[in-house]
């Protein structure tokens, strides 16, 4: 998401950040280049104009005059404004401050992913907050609609109401409140229905649904890829509902992210959720501040934290840990790192949340690079012997025709692999022989970090701790996974990723961490 916006705002701050000192004329020109890309990445018109007010009344003045370095200055003062345009640095998570059952009512245009959305918020209160969830279908109209929230429910662990065939919403509803009291369910979701088009007959449906259940939340679920439809949508359930928040779909699919810029700006109703991705995982709380860093390209290592702190099995890292601190690694350890960052959302997505890597991102997709590497890599390490991937050594001319053949790839693509596990194995014995290895190879390949006191408190404090470049000033040698010396020849370094010289042989698995040192 926002990727066509980051890399045009990267290209006009590249330009701000060479100045030693800026006139009116520059930023003028600079805002007119950020207000061409907004418009282009669909934000309504009138958001962008009152956008584009706000920083310059704050950039063409004393605040820019009087900082050492103005062009950045001219980005926090960007960055500043973005978050207050997509709802400010509060929480905006869902509220669960209400007596139990707490009812929360999904609506939503049909096709936008009402029935999904309900499902993986659902997996997300038992998996993480460890409520009990309690979910109902009030889809009479679409085929199956009941059937479908009733597979999500086996698949997900969670209860579903069961179906009475011939009841109507209002009373699927009556009977779902009814159900989560005596079951001493602590949420009761309601999945209503949706139409292709919003018309008088969906209102009054789901008002009536509303005033039986009394929910404490009501989410509107909107496809991101609709843009500015998404926004005239939640302004009119909005204005005949009473929406109280929005579930963004499809954002992974969205390069432009206009509906989440213009949505929060023009209804008012916050943007709580964004989901990224078919699976039932894929789903991200909607912070401001963290999405404005990403959008400037600025990255989001708090989100990666959690992230991190949520899909990675902590028993294997463990695992992991006990043999890099014997300075062992084999490929066993390597395929480990690859699922973790496929669980993570892949390279796109981990490189989403690192400062200073947009350029590299749009290099990947211009070389077709895409988590079919990472596949691939898997695929290798896979076919071959437990003897092997504890032993890489014994991999000679004919082991790796046969590995080849039974992965599908080339000797070429096993040699590179094999190149990557060397330097990364050798980083580990180095990092063996150091008391620490960094926060983000502690989270990759070396069990997971402690959190300080402060940060358990306030994990955005992580911000902070950062130096102003990033977490380090490495560059990229090796390229990307799979790609090794063989690859993509002009990737250049990216200053700030983390790492000691940058990703040892291109490897991402493993991201060794640790500040640069001086």
């Known amino acids: 998401m926002f990727e066509n916006l980051t890399g045009r705002l990267g290209d006009v701050f590249s330009k701000l950040r060479g100045r030693g000192a800026l006139s009116e004329k520059d930023v003028d020109e600079a805002l007119r280049e950020v207000r061409r890309a907004l418009l282009e990445a669909d934000v309504a018109l009138p958001v962008v104009k009152d956008f584009i007010d706000k920083v310059k009344a704050r950039s063409v003045g004393v605040e820019v005059l009087k900082s050492i370095t103005p062009g950045q200055q001219v980005i926090k003062i960007v960055h500043d404004e973005l978050v207050e345009m997509l709802g400010g640095a509060g929480d905006s998570s869902i509220s669960l401050q209400a007596a139990a059952p707490v009812a929360i009512m999904m609506v939503g245009l049909q096709g936008s992913g009402k029935t999904t959305s309900t499902a993986k918020i659902a997996k997300r209160f038992e ?10 279908s009030l889809d009479t109209r679409r085929p199956a609609a009941q059937e479908q ?25 009556r009977r779902a409140i009814e159900a989560a009291k005596l079951g001493g369910y602590d949420i009761v979701m309601l999945d209503t229905a949706g139409r292709i088009h919003i018309d008088e007959a969906l209102m009054a449906e789901v008002a009536d649904v509303r005033d039986v259940a009394h929910p404490h939340e009501t989410l509107l679920v909107a496809d991101s890829l609709t843009g500015q439809d998404a926004v005239n949508v939640a302004q009119q359930f909005k204005d005949r509902i009473g929406v109280t928040g929005i579930v963004l779909t499809r954002t992974d699919g969205d390069g432009r992210g206009g509906a989440a810029l213009s949505m929060r700006a023009v209804t008012g109703v916050p943007i709580k959720l ?40 902590a028993e294997k890292a463990q695992k992991i840990a006990a043999k890099m601190k014997k300075g062992q690694f084999d490929l066993d350890d390597l395929a480990e790192q690859l699922n973790q960052m496929k669980r993570m959302g892949g390279m796109k997505g981990v490189l989403g949340m690192l400062p200073g890597v947009a350029k590299a991102q749009a290099q990947m ?14 695929a290798i390490i896979s076919s071959m012997t437990k003897a092997e991937r504890r032993n890489p050594g014994l991999l000679n001319a004919s082991r790796k025709r046969r590995v080849a053949a039974g992965s599908g790839t080339e000797v070429q ?44 408190a306030n994990p955005d404090a992580l911000k902070d701790m950062l130096p102003p470049g990033g977490l380090g000033g490495g560059g990229m040698p090796g390229g990307l996974p799979g790609l090794g010396a063989g690859g993509l020849p002009k990737l250049p370094g990216l200053p700030g990723v983390p790492g000691r010289g940058g990703f040892p042989g291109g490897g991402l698995p493993g991201l060794p961490g640790g500040k640069k040192k001086k």
Do not use: C, W, Y
Request: aromatic residues 2%.
């Open 127 to 136: 998996a993480r907050d460890k409520r009990r969830v309690l979910m109902a």
């Open 365 to 378: 997709a211009n070389a077709h690079m895409d988590d079919s590497v990472l596949k691939r890599q898997t």
């Open 149 to 173: 929230l009733k597979i999500l429910g086996e698949q997900t662990g969670v209860a579903t109401l069961p179906i009475i065939a011939g009841q109507q919403p209002v009373q699927i509803a």
């Open 274 to 313: 964004l989901g990224t991705g078919e699976k039932l995982d894929a789903l991200e709380d909607f912070r401001a501040d963290r999405v404005a860093g990403r959008i400037l390209g600025m990255g989001d290592v708090v989100s990666l934290v959690e992230k991190a702190a949520e899909t990675i099995d």
């Open 413 to 456: 693509e096993i040699n590179r692999l094999l190149k990557m596990h060397r330097q990364m194995a050798d980083m580990m014995k180095t990092m063996a022989r150091q008391k620490g290895g960094g926060l983000l190879g502690k989270l990759f390949g070396g069990g997971m970090p402690e959190m300080p006191p402060e940060l358990a």
